[in-house]
């Protein structure tokens, strides 16, 4: 990089977003700077690799670990399992619907599209400040580069969970803690065939388990999916549970790994990674504004992963709202007009980036409350031991009075449940 560079844009970050934002600008014939601070994109980040949609005809070179055909959700006790679990040979072949895949190669991958289009990707190199110019408009970033300032038209801050970019023109407040959860996984070695086997899976073919109730008194969830020849498994916590349970993230993470519906899976297994990293769970009410003059956010850095229990989502909103940054600021440079900013909202608003966290505000609350998080897995478990124990047969007492029955025994009351289904019902419905 020259010192002293100048582009229409500077991107910072080349996670999705950014790489996302990077494409649709050189796309529109724009020069664009995409820096990154990590020796190449998807070194200083990780996730837990599913993906529901990237490009069109992106699956034809993505760097593809395995094609997830098989989604279960378990909910769980420290002794017990009810899983519902979901198979289908429809999202085995294109278009596919979502695959696991490392994020070194698929950050590198998704840059690359950004550089064929003519973006210029520059790595190792932090952006330091925010530069202003007497108005107190953006005009581009200062660098961690002797003489690396880079000045552009506008700046898109893709630098992930308390983007300091966002914290810097004053649109990000303190952080809250409450709206941010720890995720850390381990990635584990296992021979394909082992894997295939254990999974029950063909192929290509790819498994992703989503938990309830596996954290104890923390709120969160857990999670385990394959790869060709390793797995991951983690867990996602809330942070102030986390402190309030004074416990470590790896022991949550050992005794997921130890339960008895989750060790078989894993037995012989080597660690090959062990990553942690912030999740913006707030959702929708967590958001902050989504530009300033001369700058605008997308991706974690503005708080759009969406985490509504059975979905754990970032990597489609950071890709979503990317390409919306992008395409917002080109226009506005095409116009000539530096202020025409106000598009990027609507784009969000009228695609799924800002309709489904819109429609989803409801779900972090209800999903890490306690009775979603303990009370419930431990009834409906009791409820099917219940069910399905056979020694010392008795008249059978019918599935209504056995299920009250273990709902008084675990305190929950019926028109609780009921008002939760409701809310449920309207949050997902
Ligand atoms: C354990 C875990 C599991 C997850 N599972 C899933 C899942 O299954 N599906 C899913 O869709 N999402 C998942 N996510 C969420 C997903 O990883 C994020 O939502 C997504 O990575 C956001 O993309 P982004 O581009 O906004 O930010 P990031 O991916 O965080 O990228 C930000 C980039 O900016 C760079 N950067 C930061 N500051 C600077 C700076 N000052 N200068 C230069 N570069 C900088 C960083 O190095 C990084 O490369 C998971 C997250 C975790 C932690």
Known sequence: ???????????????????????????????????????????????????????????????????????????????????VDFRTQDWGSAPYNGMTTYRADFDTWLAGKAVDAGAQLVTSTVATEL?????????????????????????VACDGVNSFLAKQAGLLPRTNPEHQTLGVK???????????????????????????????????????????????????LSLTGLAKSGRRPEEVLADLKAHPAIAPYLRGAELKEYSAHLIPEGGYRSMPPLTADGLLVAGDAAAMCLAAGIWLEGVNFAIGSGLAAGRTAAEAIAAGDPTRLA?????????????????????PHLVLSDRVQRQYPRLLCDFAQEVFTVRNPKPKPGLGKLFRRTAARHGVRLRQLAADAWAGFRVFG
């Open 1 to 83: 990089m020259a010192e002293q560079s100048s582009a229409d844009a500077v991107v910072v970050g080349a996670g999705p977003a950014g790489s996302a934002a990077a494409l649709e600008l050189a796309r529109a014939g724009r020069s664009v700077i995409l820096l990154e601070r990590g020796p190449f994109p998807g070194a200083k980040n990780v996730y837990g690799g599913v993906l529901d949609e990237v490009l069109p005809g992106w699956w034809e070179d993505v760097p593809v670990q395995r094609w997830v055909t098989r989604r279960s959700t378990m909910m769980m006790t420290p002794t017990q399992a009810l899983t």
């Open 131 to 155: 530069l202003r110019d007497p108005s107190g408009r953006v005009v581009g970033v200062r660098t961690d580069r002797p003489d690396g300032d880079i000045r552009a038209q506008f700046v």
């Open 186 to 236: 381990e990635t584990l070695s296992l021979p394909r065939r082992t894997i295939e086997e254990r999974f029950g899976l063909n192929g290509d073919d790819g498994a992703d388990f989503e938990i309830v109730g596996c954290t104890g008194e923390i709120p969160g969830g857990g999670f385990l999916y394959t790869n060709r020849d390793t797995v991951s498994v983690g867990v996602v």
């Open 343 to 363: 598009g990027y909202r609507k784009r969000l608003a009228d695609n799924f980036v800002l309709t489904d966290h819109k429609n989803l505000q409801g779900a």
